[in-house]
């Protein structure tokens, strides 16, 4: 292989990539978002300096089934998320995801920093109960279930529209070859061409299992907020960096 034609590869192995060149668009993209309050000292301990807490130590746990998903196909993710602030502006703080598709974890993490591991997360309606769950090595870490469709948010979706295009950030920690830090920087992205197809709120509940390599329970369950039921379309872009750690 050339210089130039190793400069292109998108990504390794270059023989064969895990993924293509970006940006990668997403149709039809389901998620079950269950919004709650939890331990103060716990949010605290999880988010990364700049960040700050919003007020009301909200947190949410999230399951995504993807469809189609341009370069990386059909597959399903589940993970949890802090509501932050980054010098005074509302984002989303991205803990611990799990997924079951090796193209997005490997390219989640090279590029944006998502903090993604290997799951098996599953969204599915059963009878009037639309129900989310996770397994780690075999064992399940995390049941969400929400009443199904019970209050459209068709008159509000302009609203639903501008808070998935809100700013989103994670850390990205990239060890060198000699086993010191390489990249420790806060990456922010933004969701684009967002397209909302229908979104619903109703009751929900979580439970939220400990395990020591799947730490979802670490942010425990205080109060339920609220659930949120959406289908979008949107592209998610490359990313830029807020804060770099080794500057």
Known sequence: MTRDEILKAP??????PSYPHGPYRFLRREYLIIT???????LRAALPEPLEP???NLAFYEWMKMPDSSGFGDYEESGSAIVATYKGEPCNYSVQMYLDDEPPITAGREIWGFPKKYGVPRLKVTKDTLTGTLHY???RVAMGTMTYK???????????????GQLNVNLKLIPDVDGGVKVAQLVGYRLQDIQVHG???????????????CRVADLP???????????VDF??????????YLA
């Open 54 to 56: 919003a007020p009301g």
């Open 137 to 139: 090595d075999d064992e």
């Open 150 to 164: 019970h209050h459209s948010l068709e008159d509000r979706l302009d609203k639903v529209r501008d808070g998935i």
């Open 199 to 213: 979104a619903w709120e109703g009751e929900a509940r979580l439970h939220l299992i400990p395990h020591v390599n």
């Open 235 to 244: 592209t998610l872009p490359y990313g830029h960096v807020l804060h770099d």
């Open 11 to 16: 990504s390794m192995p270059a023989f064969s």
């Open 221 to 231: 369950v205080r109060r339920i907020v609220r659930g949120r039921h959406q289908i």
């Open 36 to 42: 709650y309050e939890t331990d103060p000292e716990a």
